[in-house]
């Protein structure tokens, strides 16, 4: 199947720095990418749709400001966390649908990147 | 507003048979998957409705009932590497690019 990479895996940062996530598809272009938050024990939450060449489209409650998205080609999708605090402490995922025009495409998903925001 | 329920948890023995349901409510539907998820990694693809029926993958099953709302995934000859969250997520309009909505996810333990 295909195949979507993330980095870092693991990143422990200290209040109120700034942290960049990458997502990138590996052998297919995604014109849109999915960023997903989860918490432990409960479902993925959908934070914004990444869109190639446009801003992203965030879900209600998430702030623009403080989750910066850029979708700066065809194969990558980064998120930064902003003035990161203990409460954004998260496995942050990120998916990109196949978009083979297909009915069956899905989405495939990134290995998740684990943020401790000390 | 968009509501996709599954049972928090669920224990089943090794070499049996379960079924984990779904019902859901969304504005738009077009499909409906299910992906497993081990603690601490992503979810992986399981299976994938979008007529009404049953759609059968070795080992995994899963059902659709557009008119319900409902879905069911099952999972037969239990193991227990099984034993990992199943979620159910609805796309909920056309096209392949459209959102994903995740329901609550089920903790399935298989016990020997």
């Known amino acids: 199947g295909a195949v979507v990479s993330q980095h870092p895996s693991r990143v422990i940062c200290k209040s109120g720095t700034s942290v960049k996530i990458e997502c990138r598809s590996l052998d297919f272009q995604a014109t849109t990418m999915f960023w997903y938050r989860q918490f432990p024990k409960q479902s993925l939450m959908l934070m914004a749709t990444s869109n190639e060449g446009s801003k992203a489209t965030y879900e209600q409650g998430v702030e623009k400001d403080k989750f910066l998205i850029n979708h700066a080609s065809l194969t990558l999708s980064t998120l930064t966390v902003t003035s990161a605090h203990p409460e954004d402490s998260s496995f942050y995922i990120c998916s990109a649908p196949t978009g083979t025009g297909r009915g069956t495409d899905t989405q495939y998903f990134g290995p998740g990147t684990r943020l401790t925001v000390l | 507003g968009q509501n996709i329920d599954q049972p928090t948890e669920m224990t089943a023995t090794e070499g049996a048979i379960v079924q984990i349901n779904c019902t859901y409510q969304?504005?738009?539907?077009?499909?409906l998957f299910w992906y497993q998820q081990h603690a601490g990694e992503a979810p992986t693809f399981l299976s994938y409705?979008?007529?009404?029926g049953l759609e059968e993958k070795g080992r995994f099953s899963s059902f659709l009932s557009r008119s319900k709302g409902y879905s069911y995934l099952l999972l037969k000859e239990l193991q227990m590497k099984d034993s990992a969250s199943y979620l159910c997520?609805?796309?909920?309009?056309?096209?392949?690019?459209?959102?994903?909505?995740f329901g609550t996810g089920t903790l399935l333990a298989v016990q020997p």
């Open positions: 409705n979008v007529l009404d």
């Open positions: 997520a609805v796309r909920d309009g056309g096209g392949a690019t459209n959102k994903l909505i």
């Open positions: 969304t504005s738009g539907f077009n499909g």
